[in-house]
T-cell receptor, first 117, second 115 residues
Framework: EAQVTQNPRYLITVTGKKLTVTCSQNMNHEYMSWYRQDPGLGLRQIYYSMNVEVTDKGDVPEGYKVSRKEKRNFPLILESPSPNQTSLYFC????????????????FGPGTRLTVT | KNQVEQSPQSLIILEGKNCTLQCNYTVSPFSNLRWYKQDTGRGPVSLTIMTFSENTKSNGRYTATLDADTKQSSLHITASQLSDSASYICVVSVPSGGGADGLTFGKGTHLIIQP
């Protein structure tokens, strides 16, 4: 079964305490990404990775880091969390169609609800 | 700037009734438009995807339409069920196929089905 898993699902932490949210996919996709979802703002891309060791910033990368040492894993790292990073986070794994093709399949993880106090 | 606007922001209907959700976009160039269903506390799940040349796509009781000329899409839900209570997100993509994913997400319509 195609699956994207995230851990933890819920996390309450304090300002400045480093944390990592893990993401893993079993579809051998090259492309993975992280989004945050906030009320009234919709999903916004934080970082993405086109393949192992290839990562780049999305629309809202400030305060976040990522790494892609293996194809299946794409952890999101908050070195010094702040209250404005309280949000619902989704990892996504994407299979793009051939170059120029309009097709893609995107699978989202179940989400991680993070609260920073 | 590419934008996707959804309306209404929220909607409450009685079980068994039909409803239509709207999506207007200014994304250009256009590649495809997808509707996602997001249950509370879960990740979005794809319902339909339409390319420029398609003007309707069905998935069970869900029917999406696309008017690429007016840059409008709608999602029609027939004979609503309690399990349809969710947020519905419209996503429009540009033909990038990589890099920043070229996806523009709407803010979603929160649908509540009442018994």
């Amino acid at each position: 079964e195609a699956q994207v898993t995230q851990n933890p699902r819920y996390l309450i932490t304090v300002t400045g305490k480093k944390l990592t949210v893990t993401c893993s996919q079993n579809m051998n996709h090259e492309y993975m990404s992280w989004y945050r979802q906030d009320p009234g703002l919709g999903l916004r891309q934080i970082y993405y990775s086109m393949n192992v060791e290839v990562t780049d910033k999305g629309d809202v990368p400030e305060g976040y880091k990522v790494s892609r040492k293996e194809k299946r894993n794409f952890p999101l790292i908050l070195e010094s969390p702040s209250p404005n990073q309280t949000s619902l986070y989704f990892c996504a794994s994407t299979r793009w169609g051939a170059q120029g093709s309009s097709s893609y399949e995107q699978y989202f993880g179940p989400g991680t609800r993070l609260t920073v106090t | 700037k590419n934008q996707v606007e959804q309306s209404p922001q929220s909607l409450i209907i009685l079980e068994g009734k039909n409803c239509t959700l709207q999506c207007n976009y200014t994304v250009s160039p256009f590649s495809n438009l997808r509707w996602y269903k997001q249950d509370t506390g879960r990740g979005p799940v794809s319902l339909t995807i339409m390319t420029f040349s398609e003007n309707t796509k069905s998935n069970g009781r869900y029917t999406a339409t696309l008017d690429a000329d007016t840059k409008q899409s709608s999602l029609h839900i027939t004979a609503s069920q309690l399990s349809d209570s969710a947020s519905y997100i419209c996503v429009v993509s540009v033909p990038s196929g990589g890099g920043a994913d070229g996806l523009t997400f709407g803010k979603g319509t929160h649908l509540i089905i009442q018994p």
